[in-house]
């Protein structure tokens, strides 16, 4: 191969010359790009502290912080775009308009799920149907919630386990809020004898649990027949206390004691589940230990063998 000739090595020094002095032109809004970025990056961190701070005197600590992040990233992003212009001035803003919605769109595919998930969490910020420390249940997972965030929401079991739920699957799921109201029914069942007076022992159980601390007073609690039973008229106590979970169970058993101790002084029985025996004829050839009869494994009679 044949070196190549002056015209060439000409062509390349006038290409490097060239390519040095465009980066020598280029180099100001270069570095002013990158100012630009750096100041941009300072006000959205800005932003987000303040906007972060005067929504949480207005909203829940979730919604501020997720609020205040995604102000600040369009905030940089915006910034982003204006070095660009800066740095290729050829380059129309309608043009990076068109781009960015090209990238987005782009974006959006590749990341779906992840994009799913922060739109439903924003959803949920805005629409709030709970907030930090509602206890719920979503998806079968009962707990008290800790965060919303921009993925997912964090919960805590009443067992200490800790609950990570992609925002679409709440978003989608039917959500049951515990804690929304301020007072939450329970109930239990007291089965008194038959031949106990049931108007008395309605209004001594329904007057018990006046007296229990920690249940509402309105709505009253309330003591009615719930059905008969086998061996008892089964009543059925309600009342309204707090919609916690552990401050429920404490009252629950508050009442349940109260209510035994009130029967037992006024004397109404509460008696046993009455069980009926019936004898199969195995049951009494062994009992009358006939030796004409001889009882199976199986629990059946067969004659004895002669032997």
Known sequence: ??????????EIAESAQSLWQSTLEAAPRVWAAIA???VGWLLSRMLRWALARHLRRRRNHSFATVMSKVAGWVLLAV????????????VKPVDLLAGLGVFSLAIGFAF???????LSGVLLLFRQPFRSGDQNQVMERVGTVEEINIRETRMTTFDGELVVVPNRDVYKNVIIVFTHNDLRRQDFVVGIAFESDVDEATEVVSSALTEVAGVA????PTALIDELGTSTVDLRASFWSSPRRFDALLVRDAAIKHVKRRLDEAEI???SEIVVLQAAPSLQAAIRNDPDLTVTPGGGVRPTEAR
Not at 1 to 10: S, V, Y
Not at 79 to 90: E, G, K, R, W, Y
Request: aromatic fraction near 2%.
């Open 112 to 118: 779906q799920d992840i994009l799913e998930n922060t």
């Open 217 to 220: 007073s309105d709505p009253a």
């Open 269 to 271: 029985e509460m008696p």
């Open 79 to 90: 910034v982003v775009l204006i070095a660009v212009a800066v740095t290729f001035p050829s």
């Open 1 to 10: 191969t044949a070196p190549p000739g002056p015209d060439a090595d000409e």
């Open 36 to 38: 630009i970025i750096a």
